[in-house]
């Protein structure tokens, strides 16, 4: 059993990732799928006139401005359109998916960070109306209940908070905790790159094996969202997992390809 985590970039192939879910569960492999989303996310909030914001936190670290119609917006979105689309994708090609957010039955859960201090304009500023924390419980019982019965689950933010408030997590790490939860030995994180570069975005640049021992190093290497992946990448180590796979999500077989070692594989 391992957990796949989808990202939410544009130009990932989810019709592809879903062929070859369909071709791994009929082999009797069962996974958990979590995704993200944020590539609509960004176009419908622009569209509905909320556009979206960015912070950067004093770690170095960009992640989503979260206020309480962002919120809306990202439930929207996540919870909606991407989580019910990718189950259908998954249904037709006869998967039996259940599609969840962290939300339900206490799926994720976790504190509702209290204030998040960034730097705008060169400057500390802190933030104290943000729906964002991490995910620190895992509802196993749940999951191993589906996956026993036959269902594949398939999981996105937000989590919820231990007083009962949506709270948005980031999905690399949430994915992690899961695995770590479980008892996975694997996490295969599909994005819109072949996996960590060390010139980005040149794609001839690929980073293809990490010493779990090494990755620290390889921290100052990764951009943007990608230094999330690789906080999750160490979260999962720690945790227990054996095998991390960055992998690329816009090809044939992905999933097949980076069980395989394609991709950036840490171990």
Known sequence: MFILKIGGSTGINYDLIADDIAA???TGEKMVVVHGGSALTNEVAEKLGHPPQFVTSVSGFTSRRTDRRTLEIFEMVYCGQMNKGL??????????????????GRLWEGKRKDAIKIIENGRRRVLRDDFTGKVERVNTDLLNLLLSA??????TPPAISYEGEAINVDG????????IAL???????????????????N??????????QSLDKFMAVAQDRM???????????????????FADGRVEN?????????????E
């Open 24 to 26: 791994l569960v009929q």
């Open 87 to 104: 189950v259908e994708k998954l249904q037709s090609r006869g998967v039996n998916a259940v599609g969840l957010s962290g939300l339900d």
């Open 150 to 155: 036959g269902y594949v689950p398939v999981i």
């Open 172 to 179: 690399d790490r949430a994915s992690a905790a899961t695995a």
């Open 183 to 201: 008892g996975a030995d694997t996490l295969v994180i599909l994005s819109n790159v072949p996996g960590l570069l060390e010139n980005f975005p």
């Open 203 to 212: 794609e001839s640049t690929l980073i293809r094996h990490i010493p779990a």
């Open 227 to 245: 230094k999330k992946k690789v906080m999750g990448a160490q979260e999962a180590l720690a945790g227990g997992l054996t095998r991390i796979i």
């Open 254 to 266: 992905p999933v097949r390809r980076a069980l395989n070692g394609e991709g950036t594989v840490i």
